[in-house]
């Protein structure tokens, strides 16, 4: 089996293969549609035409196997060379993750882009990570991405090329919807894949962590990101060949290891779900018979008051937490025939993976060397301690590895900090028991609110709410559903929403001053990673 060749032979217990994983993410679904070229690989949702454009899509590995080759020659035909950096910014569909792939195989780094993001925050995520193009589709609901992207580009210096799916794409985007016509497929010219050392340990994707200094990019490899989806894998103990139904779209480290590495890892059916709504994620997994479903933690637990997982047979829930700190207060779980994976989120740090004990309860964290699985002899996956300042660091094969751009950190412009030692301090304040050597999230890192997955610095956005209406004001309030809430209050509302659009600010910040905010915040931020 694939996980059977990236497991390798273990030196000792607890430890990673001797050399680790050779495989490239890429390589993995090759093999895999090598092996069952006619297995269902992708499953659009059945209610894709209500948020963007194009019937639901539903893919073979040999057809998505096409369209990954397609993807990766129309970059490499455009002249984009080995290593360039692509930006990615599309809904939870079948073309995010065909793009994601396409990027990989023609040999350059995916950069994918929260769905929320705006200009300001795209502005400054895709300068600083160097992007040479930025792919994303014609609309997402109401708003024009395609748009959106070209007047990006416009502002990016290193932008050369912007593509997009969907009809009638603006002027000056390079169109990707001909390609899933067998006429239109690009050949991939030869590629000189022979480089040095272990392919796994090349970069992979570039993310972004959210703080004061707006979005960092963090460099991850293959061998990071096959680190933190086995971690998921093997707690959750997917079985091979299953359906898995995600509501969390790979826009980050997380999205990505809980949702395209387990796939892979797995074989079987990712079957993709965006917007979060209710009816469609229950008759989607019942008419893809999904027992493994991705979904953020506290959805998770009003879906099972609801009685949902009373039916369908036996199922296991990966529960994602971006805001870690609400894990150690919530409810017991208690729900027959579904067991309940947590998945605590560090920013983009990295995650651990925790079956909740006998009792429903759920794990504290374990200081120390963390296995995958936690029990029996595992392989190591991530270490944490408490820092001197009471918060949460971590280290080790899903951890970062190096800052980016190379060089960085020995100047003074803003990085994602690694230390000499490989630690990254988190940011998350921990409460520790010497006893146990085990701690609990308790804070959020110093200035940021969690929204339903988004990181936001709040002085920054403050300060931008003042800098429009002296008199304007933005706090935070509990959610019970999206961890926290942004409320605004300005003496016109309407010229406050608008004034903050044309800033390009995360729509969550304008919505907070807008009359129906609470409504039009829970649907997005339910997806935020």
């Known amino acids: 089996m694939i996980l059977g060749e990236i497991l390798g032979d273990r030196a000792e217990a607890g430890q990673q293969p001797a050399n680790g994983p050779s495989h490239t993410i890429d390589q993995l679904f090759h093999r895999l549609a090598a092996r069952q070229p006619d297995a269902v690989a992708l499953v659009d949702a059945p209610n894709r035409e209500t948020f963007t454009d194009g019937a639901p899509r539903r893919l073979t590995f040999a057809a998505a196997d096409r369209m990954i080759s397609a993807i990766a020659g129309r970059l490499l035909h455009m002249g984009l060379p080995t290593d360039a950096v692509v930006g990615i910014q599309l809904p939870n569909t079948v073309e995010n993750i065909l793009t994601i792939l396409g990027v990989l195989r023609a040999g350059m780094i995916a950069a994918p882009l929260p769905l929320l993001w705006r200009r300001a925050d795209g502005f400054a995520a895709l300068t600083r990570a160097g ?59 030869p590629l000189d894949r022979d480089r040095k050392g272990n392919a796994a340990a090349h970069l992979a994707v570039i993310t972004f962590e959210s703080g004061a200094d707006g979005p960092l990019p963090v460099a991850r490899r293959h061998l990071e990101l096959l680190a933190g989806g086995m971690s998921v894998l093997l707690e959750s103990k997917l079985e091979q060949g299953s359906s898995i139904l995600s509501t969390i779209a790979p826009a980050s480290f997380p999205g990505i290891c809980l949702t395209l590495v387990p796939w892979l890892l797995s074989g079987g059916t990712l079957v993709l779900h965006h917007p979060f709504d209710a009816d469609t994620f229950a008759r989607q997994r019942h008419d893809e018979d999904c027992p493994t479903l991705i979904l953020p933690g506290p959805v998770a637990f009003a879906l099972a008051d609801s009685g949902l997982f009373a039916t369908d047979g036996p199922t296991t829930i990966l529960a994602a937490w971006p805001a870690p700190e609400r894990l150690a207060g919530s409810a017991d779980w208690v729900t027959p025939h579904a067991a309940l994976v947590d998945i605590p989120i560090f920013g983009e740090a990295g995650l651990v993976a925790a079956r909740r004990d006998a009792g429903g309860r759920p794990e504290p964290i374990v200081l120390g060397p963390v296995t995958a699985p936690r029990a029996g002899n595992g392989t190591a996956v991530v270490e944490f301690a408490a820092t001197a300042s009471n918060t949460l660091a971590l280290r080790g094969a899903m951890v970062p590895h190096h800052s980016f751009p190379p060089g960085i950190e020995r100047s003074d412009q803003p990085h994602f900090a690694i230390g000499h030692d490989g630690w990254v301090d988190s940011g998350y304040g921990c409460w520790v028991n010497p006893i146990r050597a085990t701690a609990v999230i308790t804070t959020v890192p110093a200035g940021m609110v969690s929204v339903g997955g988004y990181r936001l610095p709040l002085q920054g956005l403050t300060q931008v709410v003042s800098g429009i209406d002296s008199g304007a004001s933005l706090s935070v309030v509990p959610d019970p559903l999206i961890g926290h809430r942004l409320v605004g209050q300005a003496a016109d509302g309407a010229a406050m929403v608008a004034a903050l659009d044309a800033l390009g600010i995360n729509p969550l910040v304008a919505s907070a001053f807008a009359a129906a905010g609470a409504s039009m915040q829970s649907t997005p931020a339910l997806t935020g990673h």
Request: hydrophobic share 45%.
């Open 131 to 189: 992007a040479k193009a930025l792919i994303t589709c014609r609309r997402v609901g109401n708003f024009s991405h395609g748009q959106f992207a070209t007047h990006l580009a416009a502002d990016v210096f290193s932008i050369r090329y912007v593509c997009g799916f969907g009809p009638d794409p603006p002027d000056g985007v390079v169109t990707l919807d001909d390609l899933f016509t067998a006429a239109a497929l690009d050949p991939i010219p």
